[in-house]
């Protein structure tokens, strides 16, 4: 059976947290609705967008949270069709890990509130599309926590629950794993701090990415985590 190491993107692999903050910020001010604070929109990175903007505004009701959904589309299309877009670089010794694991005979996937489109321009970008067996994206899937993201990618990588490793910088990340049956590592530079990503689930929580490939190794001697 596979080993798979199954990724989130923004706040694990990427540093995207700019982009997301300025689109979030314009398309709350484009509604004439009080514009949520950083650190708020920071802690919904990693949901679906509409569920991501449903946290950020509660009171609203369905058909406002679905047009701030596509504002936010329309907000980070134009800012990146006009250059605007702020670097998204890796976290540092990302790119390193995923050679090594990949290296290691590990399957490699992603999953993430993303679109499809974003994700591949991520990777592209990066240089790393071709290290990935597996991508799966909020366009065919329910938000985190649900496990579908994680069960399809166990699907196509040839993987087992058993034999699978989420990693992830968020609650939604972890909790995704204990609903697919999987493993869950938590990586300290992102959006949640370390002790949510605990309480959460997470087996570990590592401080830089040159823990990871021990880290992956030493998740799969333990039970997979259960539903929570």
């Known amino acids: 059976m596979n080993r798979l190491a199954l990724f989130d993107c923004d706040g694990t692999l990427v540093d995207s947290g700019a982009n997301i903050c300025r689109a979030m910020e314009e398309s709350f001010a484009g509604h004439r609705l009080e514009v949520p604070c950083r650190e ?23 058909p406002l949270h679905q047009s701030l959904a596509a504002e936010y589309k329309r907000v980070f299309l134009a800012m990146r069709g006009n250059g605007e877009l702020a670097p998204e670089p890796l976290y540092p010794g990302i790119a390193e890990a995923i050679a090594a694991l990949d290296d290691a005979g ?10 499809d489109r974003g994700l591949l321009l991520i990777l592209e ?10 991508l799966q994206t ?12 994680a069960a399809a990618a166990i699907a196509e990588a040839g993987a087992a629950p058993e034999t699978t490793v989420m990693i ?33 689930g ?18 799969l001697d333990r039970p997979a985590m259960a539903a929570r």
């Open 40 to 62: 708020a929109i920071r802690r919904i990175v990693g949901l679906s967008l509409v569920e991501a903007v449903a946290a950020l505004h509660p009171e609203g009701d369905d």
């Open 106 to 115: 590990w399957v490699l996937g992603v999953a993430t509130g993303k679109s």
């Open 125 to 134: 970008h990066h240089g790393l599309r071709h290290r990935f067996v597996t």
């Open 138 to 149: 909020a366009d065919r899937h329910p938000s985190k926590p649900h496990p579908a993201m």
């Open 168 to 200: 992830g910088d968020t609650s939604f990340d972890m909790m995704m794993a204990a609903n697919a049956g999987a493993h869950a590592v938590g990586v300290g530079w992102g959006y949640h701090p370390p002790e949510e990503l605990a309480a959460a």
């Open 202 to 219: 997470a087996l570990q929580v590592v401080a830089h990415a040159d823990q990871l490939a021990a880290t992956l190794l030493a998740c």
